[in-house]
C-alpha cells in the first residue's frame, strides 16, 4: 500500500473508533441517540461536558503511551519493551499513588503529571544505573525492567495498606480507567502529547541510529549515552502524562509501537507518530467496549463500571501471546 | 561445563550448621517477639504451661501456628521456585509470573465480590484460580517453543489475571477491601490453629510431588534438542513439572495470597550454598531456604513498625528481588538462561 494510503486508513480508523466513543455512554448509545442528545439542551451537556472530553482524553492517553513504548523499544532494541516492563510505568504509578495519599495540590490533574514524572524518572533512573553497571545487552535490561518493576509495585501495594478505605479507587487507577475523566484532565494532558510527538519527532532520526548499535551512532559524531538517556526521558514523560491522567493502561505502550513498526518499518519518523495514532485507537476503542461491557452487567442488580485497562489487558495478553507463539516458532533454531 | 572446585569436608557443612542454627533463632524470635515480648529462657515454661494465660495465648494460639504456617508456606514457595526455574531453565520463572498466583487471587476476588457462596471458601476457589491460571500458561505454551516463549505468555496471563483482580478490587464495597487485599499482596496476619489444620495437611500432601518431578527435570536439563534426539519428549516433561509447580503455589496462594518472589529468591540462594550441585540437592536447599525466608519476612512485617502490621508479600517482593538481582547477576546463566 502507498505511504499516503496507510496513513489515511489509519486516520480515518482512529477517527471511527473516536466517534462510536463518543456515541457510547449510560444515556444512550448509537448515532441516533447522539443526534437525539445534540439536539436536547440537557443531553447535550452530557455529550460535551462529559463524553467529548474523555473522547480526547482516551486519544491523548493512547498516543502518548504508543509514543513512550516506541522510544523504549528502540533504546532497548527489544520489540517486547513497554513502560510496564521497564520500571518506568510502576514507578509512574507510584508516584501518582503518593500523590493521591499526600492530596493537595499534588492530587490534581498536573500536580499528577507531576509525581508520576517523578516517580517514572525514579524508576528509569534505577534502570539507567543498573544498565550502566550490568553492560548495555538489551535482553538482559527488559529483565532488569521486570524487576523494578516488581520492586516498586511492591512499594506501591505496601502504600495502599495505608489508607485502606481508598483501596477501591486506587485499584481503578492500577489498571487505568476512563471514568470521570473530563476537560481538566484534558487541559492537563494535552501540552504533554504536543510535547512528547515534537520531541519524539526531533529525536527520530538518532533513535533511528541508536536502535540499530552505538557503533553506527558514534559514527556519525554522536554520544550515545547522552542521547540515550534524553530519550529515556521522553518516553518517561510520556508514559508518565498518560499514566497520571488514565492509570496504567496496560499492553497499549506494548502494542501500539509493535503494530507500528508493522505498518510503518524501521523509520521512526513514521513509526513515532503511527504508535501514537494505533495507541489512540486502541484506548477508543477498548473504553468503547468497557463502557459497553457496563452497561450490559448494569442490568444486574449491581452497577459494575468495569475499567478500560481490563479490556486493554485481557485483549492485549490474547495478541501478546499470538505474538509470542509466533516469535518463538519463527526463531526455533536459535532458542535455548 | 564449569569446573566445581573440590569441596572439602568443613566447607560442605558450614552452611548446614548455619541455616540449622539461623532456623532455630528465627523460630525462637518468632515466639518471642511482638506485644508482649517474651524472653527467650521462659519459653519453655511457656509451652508447658506455667505461665501466664495471656502469655500462653499469645505464644501457642497465635505465634506458633503463624509460625508453622510461614515455614510450610516458605517450603512449598521455594520447592515450587525451583522446579519452575530448573523446567524453563529460567531464574525468571516465578509463579508471580506464570499467571498461578493472580490466577488464585483473581479467583478469589470474584467470589467475594459477586458473594458467590463456595464451600471451603477462600481455600476451594483460589486452588481452581490457580489451577486455571497455570492451565491456561501450560495450554499458550503447549505450541510455543524455547523458554522465553513461555515466559512471556505466562506474564502476558498473569497480567490478564491481575487485571481481573484489580477489576474486582475497583468494584467491591469497603468491607469486602481488607479481604481482597490480601489476595493483591500476601499476608500471614490472623492465623490460627484452624487455618493451620485446614491448610498444612495439603501443603504436606504436594511436597512429596517434587520427588517425583526430579526425573522429568533431568530429562529438561539435557536441553530441548538433545531430549529429543534420545527420544523424550521436553515438551511433555516441562508441562508436568509446570504442573507439579502450579499445585505447590495453589496451596499457598489459597491461605496467604501471593507471598511474591519468594520462589525467585530461594532458588538463587539454594544455587550459591551448592554451586554446580544437582537439581536434587537445589530442591532440598531452595526448600528449607524458603521457609525460612518467608518466616524472616513475616517476623520483619509483624514487628517493624507494630502495632501497623505490612503485608509480608510485599516485604518478600522487595526482600526476594532485590537479593535474587543481586545473586543472579553474577551468574553467567542469569544472562544465558534468558536467550
Redesign the interface.
Known amino acids: 500500500m502507498p505511504r499516503r494510503g496507510v496513513w489515511t486508513v489509519l486516520t480515518a480508523i482512529t477517527a471511527f473508533l473516536a466517534l462510536a466513543q463518543l456515541m457510547t455512554g449510560s444515556s444512550g448509545n448509537g448515532p441516533a441517540a447522539l443526534w437525539g442528545m445534540l439536539g436536547d439542551d440537557v443531553a447535550r451537556q452530557i455529550v460535551v461536558e462529559l463524553r467529548a472530553p474523555r473522547v480526547l482524553v482516551a486519544l491523548a492517553a493512547g498516543a502518548c503511551l504508543g509514543i513512550a513504548g516506541c522510544i523504549l523499544q528502540a533504546l532497548l532494541r527489544n520489540p ?1 519493551a513497554a513502560p ?2 521497564t520500571g518506568i510505568g510502576s514507578g509512574a504509578v507510584l508516584g501518582a499513588v503518593t500523590a493521591t495519599l499526600l492530596g493537595g495540590f499534588s492530587a490534581t490533574p498536573h500536580g499528577m503529571i507531576g509525581t508520576a514524572i517523578a516517580g517514572g524518572v525514579l524508576g528509569g533512573g534505577v534502570l539507567w544505573v543498573v544498565a550502566a553497571r ?1 553492560g548495555s ?1 538489551p ?2 535490561l527488559s ?2 525492567g ?2 523494578i518493576s ?2 516498586l ?3 506501591t ?2 502504600l ?2 495505608a489508607r ?2 481508598s ?3 486506587m ?2 487507577w ?2 487505568g ?1 476512563l471514568n470521570g475523566r473530563g476537560w481538566a484532565h484534558w487541559h492537563a494532558l494535552w501540552p504533554w502529547l504536543v510535547l512528547v510527538l515534537v520531541a519524539g519527532l526531533l529525536i527520530a532520526p538518532v533513535l533511528g541510529l541508536l536502535s540499530v548499535d552505538d557503533d553506527h551512532a558514534r559514527g556519525v559524531g554522536l554520544e550515545p549515552p547522552r542521547w540515550r538517556s534524553a530519550a529515556l526521558l521522553l518516553a518517561v514523560v510520556a508514559a508518565a502524562a498518560a499514566i497520571a491522567t488514565v492509570g496504567a493502561l ?2 497499549v505502550g506494548l502494542l501500539a509501537p509493535h503494530a507500528g513498526r508493522l505498518v510503518f518499518g524501521a523509520d521512526h519518523r513514521r513509526a513515532i507518530p503511527g504508535s501514537a495514532l494505533i495507541g489512540a485507537a486502541t484506548v477508543c476503542a477498548a473504553d468503547t467496549v468497557a463502557q459497553q461491557l457496563t452497561t450490559l452487567a448494569a442490568a444486574g442488580e ?1 452497577p ?4 478500560t ?2 479490556v486493554t ?2 485483549v ?3 495478541v ?2 499470538r505474538a ?2 509466533r ?3 519463527l ?2 533454531g536459535g ?2 | 561445563m564449569i569446573d566445581v572446585p573440590a569441596v572439602t569436608g568443613r566447607r560442605r557443612l558450614a552452611p548446614v550448621v548455619a541455616v540449622a542454627l539461623s532456623a532455630v533463632a528465627l523460630a525462637a524470635l518468632a515466639l518471642c517477639l511482638g506485644q508482649p515480648v517474651i524472653a527467650p529462657g521462659r519459653l519453655p515454661a511457656v509451652l508447658s504451661g506455667e505461665a501466664s494465660a495471656l502469655e500462653r495465648v499469645m505464644v501457642v494460639e497465635l505465634r506458633a501456628p503463624r509460625l508453622l504456617l510461614a515455614l510450610f508456606a516458605g517450603a512449598v514457595l521455594g520447592a515450587a521456585g525451583l522446579l519452575l526455574q530448573e523446567s524453563l ?1 529460567n531464574p ?1 520463572a516465578v509463579p ?2 506464570l499467571g498461578v498466583s493472580s490466577g488464585a487471587a483473581a479467583a478469589v476476588a470474584l467470589v467475594v465480590v459477586f458473594g458467590i457462596s463456595v464451600p471451603g471458601a477462600p481455600l476451594v476457589p483460589a486452588l481452581a484460580g490457580a489451577a486455571v491460571g497455570g492451565a491456561l500458561t501450560i495450554m ?1 505454551v503447549r ?7 513461555v515466559l ?2 505466562g ?3 498473569s ?2 489475571l ?3 483482580l ?2 474486582g ?6 468491607r469486602e ?2 479481604v ?2 490480601r489476595y ?2 500476601g499476608s500471614l496476619t490472623g492465623t490460627t490453629w484452624s487455618t493451620v489444620v485446614t491448610t498444612v495437611p495439603g501443603m504436606l500432601l504436594v511436597l512429596p510431588l517434587t520427588v517425583l518431578a526430579l526425573p522429568a527435570l533431568g530429562v529438561l536439563r539435557l ?3 538433545t531430549a529429543t534426539a534420545l527420544g523424550l519428549s521436553a515438551g511433555a516433561a516441562r508441562v508436568a513439572v509446570l504442573a507439579v509447580g502450579c499445585l505447590l503455589v495453589a496451596t499457598v496462594v489459597g491461605p496467604c495470597g501471593p507471598i ?2 519468594v520462589g525467585f529468591l530461594a532458588p538463587q540462594l539454594a544455587r550459591s550454598v551448592r554451586p554446580g550441585a544437582e537439581a536434587r540437592s537445589w530442591l532440598v536447599w531452595s526448600t528449607v531456604l524458603g521457609a525460612l525466608l518467608v518466616t524472616a519476612a513475616d517476623l520483619l512485617a509483624r514487628t517493624l513498625l507494630y502495632p501497623i502490621e ?2 509480608v ?3 518478600t ?2 526482600i526476594a ?2 537479593g ?2 543481586a545473586l543472579a ?1 553474577r551468574r553467567r546463566r542469569f ?1 544465558d538462561a ?2
Not at chain 2, 169 to 174: A, E, G, R, Y
Open positions: 517486547l510496564e516492563i550490568a545487552d535482553l538482559r529483565v532488569i521486570v524487576l516488581a520492586v509495585s511492591g512499594i501495594l505496601i495502599l495498606t485502606p478505605q483501596t477501591g479507587t485499584a481503578q492500577l489498571i480507567s496496560s499492553f449491581r459494575l463500571g468495569i475499567p485497562g481490563a489487558a485481557i492485549g495478553a490474547v501478546l501471546i509470542a507463539r516469535l518463538s516458532t526463531t526455533s532458542q535455548s | 531453565r525468571l508471580e509470573l499458550a505450541r510455543a517453543v524455547g523458554p522465553a516463549a512471556l505468555i506474564a502476558a496471563i497480567a490478564a491481575q487485571a481481573v484489580l477489576t478490587v475497583s468494584l467491591s464495597d469497603s477491601q481488607g481482597l487485599v493483591l499482596l536441553g530441548d534438542d511474591a518472589w505490612l503485608p508479600g510485599g516485604l517482593a522487595l528481588v532485590v535474587g538481582v547477576a544472562k534468558l536467550a
